[in-house]
């Protein structure tokens, strides 16, 4: 597509989103949700055919090259595909917050105030590999009231066709306009330059991919961005702490799934507790071919462990998001170690302590700076889904408007609505 033939297309996009936001704006809760939960059955329905399409994807992967953590992101299975199903279900199944007036309280000039929830309006995405991101924008677009407009990778494009093709179907049963989720038609990279400079069109872009990605959309955009630049978190074993415990909870964060920005990628460990801790963890990792580079006192404790692959940490690692099965590994003083080095190193994505001190739990609640953390619980829960927000548009590390897991919420703005009887400003 030539530079002119892609700036008509994306105009026309915008335009026909703009017109789409302001009649789901308006649109009944009921239609919203109907719309939701024929797109759960859609999915349902058409599993078979969306894996077809999903196969052309992984073949054309394979064949360019594309690296693992990638080809895994962009994998369609049936499980992944029952997520986003149940997703819009429980989408559908929460409250309506469109139209909600918060905090209305009477001044002493006699009127009204508070603040009323409202659409964003129109918004962008530019995502990369996973195609299950095209739903679970979809249905947060539908849920809040908005239109959207959809970039997704040239490496999933024909999942991510074909997905846009049932919630379009889905909208039109509800007596939606199909335009308020729209999916752009080209794999030319100039188009994520003319999505996220139309400011006439658009009111926000979302990036979720690589830092890359992320970070020339920051630098060019002409709209506000919600973001994060890299997933580096961690998982604090604290003394005193259920040893087993910190066990399964350190292998799950780290192994259950390598490729997500919420997989743990450093592990911090407190001195009283790392003679018993480590050689347990190590043995586990060592036995799924995690990867440990260490500091010379972890290392030290880990050489006993049977087939362990050990690296000693450069200070580059204690910053690094492998996406891969590796793992940093830091025996630290306690929880003020862990806290400073958290801060410093993390990207306040999120960070999580295992252990049964409470005082030391609530310290590390209230001062680590993360959009996200946990206490006794994996890392692998930072997801808008496990949240409870049916669905995520993503995770922000910003500290304005949006912070963690994206879900309807921050979808949304806040306007003043003031009340009045005939009263005037004396």
């Known amino acids: 597509m030539d530079t002119l033939h892609l700036a008509e297309h994306m105009r026309t996009l915008g335009h026909q989103a703009r017109a789409a936001a302001a009649l789901m704006a308006r649109a009944p809760a009921a239609s919203r949700n109907r719309a939701l939960t024929a797109l759960a059955r859609r999915l349902r329905d058409n599993t078979p055919a969306l894996q077809t399409e999903n196969a052309r994807d992984l073949e054309q992967a394979h064949a360019a090259g594309l690296a693992a953590p990638m080809v895994d992101r962009l994998k369609l299975g049936p499980q992944v595909l029952e997520t986003c199903a149940q997703g819009c279900e429980q989408l559908a199944a929460m409250p309506d917050i469109i139209g909600e007036v918060l905090g209305l309280k009477q001044q002493p000039s006699g009127i009204r105030v508070g603040r009323m929830r409202v659409p964003i309006g129109v918004f962008g995405m530019v995502y990369e590999s996973r195609p299950n991101v095209t739903v679970e924008a979809a249905s947060l677009t539908i849920k809040s009231g908005n239109a959207c407009i959809l970039r ?50 658009v009111d926000l872009i979302i990036p979720r991919g690589g830092k890359g990605l992320i970070e020339r959309v920051s630098r060019d955009a002409r709209v ?27 292998d799950n964060a780290k192994t259950h799934k390598y490729s997500p920005c919420n997989a743990s990628e450093g592990l911090l460990v407190a001195r009283p507790v790392a003679a018993e801790f480590l050689p347990r963890i190590g043995a586990v990792y060592a036995a799924k071919g995690v ?127 003031v009340l009045g009887e005939g009263e005037v400003r004396s």
């Not at 890299?230 to 399964?248: E, F, L, Q, R």
């Open 152 to 201: 997704g990778g040239s490496e999933a494009m024909a999942s991510n066709q074909a997905l846009a093709r049932l919630v379009q179907q889905a909208l039109a049963e509800a007596g939606l306009p199909p335009d308020a989720v729209q999916l752009v038609q080209t794999t030319d990279r100039a188009a994520v330059g003319q999505l996220i400079a139309m400011p006439e069109f």
């Open 224 to 250: 506000p961005v919600i973001k994060h630049l890299d997933g580096n978190c961690h998982t604090y074993v604290d003394a005193p702490c259920d040893v087993a415990m910190a066990v399964k909870v350190a």
């Open 291 to 417: 990867e440990m580079r260490a500091c010379p006192e972890a290392l030290a404790i880990l050489a006993a462990v049977a087939g362990a692959k050990l690296v000693p940490a450069t200070e580059q690692d204690w910053s690094e998001e492998y996406l891969a099965p590796i793992i940093s590994v830091k025996v630290v003083d306690g929880v003020d170690a862990a806290i400073a080095h958290i801060n410093h190193y993390s990207s306040h994505h999120t960070d999580a302590i295992l252990t049964t001190h409470h005082a030391n739990a609530q310290r590390f609640l209230r001062e680590v700076d993360s959009a996200s953390v946990l206490v006794n619980a994996s890392t692998r829960f930072a997801d808008g889904f496990e949240y409870g927000l049916g669905a995520e548009i993503g995770i922000s590390t910003d500290k304005l408007h949006a912070r963690g897991p994206v879900g309807i919420e921050g979808l949304t703005s806040l306007k003043y609505v």
